[in-house]
């Protein structure tokens, strides 16, 4: 038996041969343990409809309907959809995992679509943006919930890039966060309850066995990972629930308008 990737902490990925999930990667961390971390508090019942918002090799997506039976729309920008379509029906969920194209800011879904919202290790990228949960509500049903993880912050840093890190990060990692960062953040909209917000237990652990294993010559991240040890670096999640008792505002795609021809200077004042 390949014992690679192997962990008590993720009884349902253990499932899943290794050089299938290297082969499908797509980002830093490893999908089917965030995925199955996630999902330990998320509502995930047969039949429902659940979006993987960038979604990457559609690993997740995969994991996600075989585990849990739900239909899963498995949507990304930067990955072949018809690449993510062949792995999809090799896994033999093309019943139920459905690949689309999509930015996340332009997602082509009606308003309260989704029993579920989830995304890994993508959603920094995208959703600090005040007013982008605002956006991204809309297309859950009323108490259905948004979920994310992925990397981040076990406490938000405003100075100097801790020393252990400087070698590592560079300026976009900037839009990691804490825990707590994304629990105030949701909050604060008033169109969530956040349930859940807090970081995996000795994830960094994880993290650096994780890269061993898919990109062993990434000594750099590796390192700096180790050194920090988790006084910095997490994996982080975050699990809130569409407030039934608000109305989101419309999103304003135009703006009607109608023109008028009008003088464009002054007369000029004669002396």
Known sequence: M??????????????????????????????LWLTEWLASAVDLRPGIRVLDLGCGRALSSIFLSLEFEVEV???????????????????GVGNRVYPIRSEARSLPFANDFFDSIISIDSFPYYGTDDLYLGYLARFVKPGGQIAIAGAGLTREFDGAVPERLAAWWEPTMRC???????????QKSGIVNVEVA??????WKFWVKWQNVVAPENLTEIRAVE??????????????????????????????????ATPLLRDTVKR
């Not at 009884?11 to 499908?24: T, V």
């Not at 990304?76 to 896994?91: G, H, K, M, P, T």
């Not at 006084?231 to 023109?259: C, F, G, M, N, W």
């Open 176 to 186: 990691l966060h804490s825990a707590g960062w994304w629990r105030a953040h949701w």
């Open 198 to 203: 807090d970081a995996m237990a000795d994830g």
């Open 73 to 91: 729309w498995a949507a990304d920008l930067w990955f072949s959809v018809s690449e993510n379509l062949q792995r999809i029906r090799n896994a």
């Open 2 to 31: 390949d014992n690679r990737l192997l962990s008590d902490r993720f009884p349902r990925s253990n499932k899943y041969h290794p050089e299938w999930l290297i082969a499908g990667c797509s980002g830093g961390a490893n999908p």
């Open 227 to 260: 050194s920090d040890a988790g006084e910095h670096i997490a994996y982080v999640r975050a699990v809130a629930r569409r407030r039934e008792d608000v109305t989101l505002d419309e999103i304003v795609q135009s703006v009607p308008t109608k023109y008028m």
